[in-house]
């Protein structure tokens, strides 16, 4: 069987990775990249020794799929240039910028009856793959996801930006309609939001509570999740899990509380038992894998065997609107008689982060 013929279109700080795994994996053929960036096109395709041009058009008919990673305002015309010729497509997160372009791209997808994957790329984090077993069940999740500004993903804010990620991750765990929305947030460096502050809640009663911050002075990534079972903290930037489960004394009693009551009782020593003795910390191995390698692979498996990849398009259409009912809550704030949904950069601050770790 002959080599999977593949190109990247856009080269930037992501594409440019992505041309790199492709132009060393295995039963992959990168035979260009496209960049209206001359310098930066011929750079790359010098370093992963495939061809460079400046129009992705010219690729028609010369590649089996193609991975889109340009501007999310550019999705829906690259994204729905292969689509319609019947190659299949791996586009960067998130889907779209808007419901209708994003819905159009997982229609044409379907009519021609081809492979549209979405690059939510934690759920191949294998923080979060080796926390999968214990998040069943899941009633209440909190997200963080903060880091500097990049001066990336400007013609975007961050709900599409940073938000996306944990939408994704949320739905992929509840899997139950969204019943409401609503969310607060600050723009600070001009154009969109840049600090924003969700809850969902789902109709089979489930809860989230997202932070979302492009302007914080730390870097977080992470995940908690409550279930009837006990609560997972997923450090999703460390790469470390933990689970929090009660023991067989915390569950068969006498409770803690009732130690505490009894005549004589070393409450220091009961303050030392909390963890340990009443409820039980657990943590499991995570991997030193690459989520961007295995969400390639992944897309590669589902054009070759022409299989439904693991986040299509109808998934990343569903985070698509649930980040575009949080839109629309931060439109319905407003903070003074001119500005509506987010304030603006001169009277916005940043919302106080806490302290990784």
């Known amino acids: ?51 460079w041009v400046a129009d992705y058009r010219e690729l028609a008919g010369e590649v089996d799929a193609v991975s889109v990673v340009v501007p999310t305002v550019a999705h829906r015309e690259v994204g729905g240039y292969f689509l319609e010729r019947g190659i299949p497509v791996l586009v960067e997160k998130p889907l779209a910028d808007h419901d209708a ?48 500004y990049t001066f990336r993903s400007t013609d975007i804010g961050v709900t599409l930006d940073l938000m996306i990620h944990d939408i994704d991750l949320v739905l992929s765990l509840v899997r139950s309609p969204l019943q409401s929305a609503s969310a607060f947030g600050a723009g ?17 009663g489930a ?13 977080s990534r992470s995940l ?29 009693g006498p409770s803690p509380l009732e130690l505490s009551r009894q005549p004589g009782a070393d409450i220091e020593q ?38 439904a990849p693991p986040i299509d398009g109808r998934q990343a259409l569903a985070a698509l609107q649930v980040a575009t009912a949080v839109q629309k809550s931060l439109a319905g704030h407003r903070w003074d008689a001119t500005h509506v949904g987010v304030a603006s950069p001169q009277q916005a601050v940043a919302m106080p982060q806490r302290k990784a770790g």
């Not at 159009?104 to 759920?123: K, W």
């Not at 809860?207 to 870097?219: G, K, N």
């Not at 908690?224 to 068969?252: F, I, M």
Request: proline share 4%; net charge neutral.
């Open 1 to 51: 069987m002959s080599d999977l013929r593949m190109a990247v279109v856009g080269v930037g700080a992501l594409g440019r990775h992505h041309a790199r795994i492709l132009g060393g994996m295995a039963g992959v053929n990168l035979v260009a990249v496209a960049d209206s960036h001359a310098e930066r096109g011929q750079a790359v395709a010098g370093q992963c020794g495939c061809r």
């Open 101 to 148: 372009s994003g819905t159009e791209l997982v229609e044409l997808a379907e009519r021609m009856g081809i492979a549209l994957q979405v690059g939510h790329i934690e759920r191949f984090n294998p923080a979060f793959v080796a926390a999968a077993p214990w998040l069943a069940g899941a009633r209440y999740i909190r997200a963080e996801r903060t880091s500097p």
């Open 188 to 204: 600070v460096m001009g154009g969109h939001e840049d600090a924003v502050q969700a809850r969902l809640v789902f109709e089979n």
């Open 207 to 219: 809860i989230a509570d997202l932070t979302a911050s492009r302007v914080s002075p730390v870097v």
């Open 224 to 252: 908690q999740v409550w279930s009837a079972s006990g609560c997972v903290t997923v450090d999703l930037n460390k790469r470390e899990v933990s689970r929090y489960v009660p023991s067989p004394a915390l569950v068969h």
């Open 270 to 307: 009961l303050k030392k038992d909390v963890f340990g003795r009443f409820i039980q910390v657990e943590t499991t191995a995570v991997p030193a894998s690459d989520a961007l390698t295995a969400e390639l692979q992944s897309f590669v498996h589902a054009v070759v065997t022409k299989t």
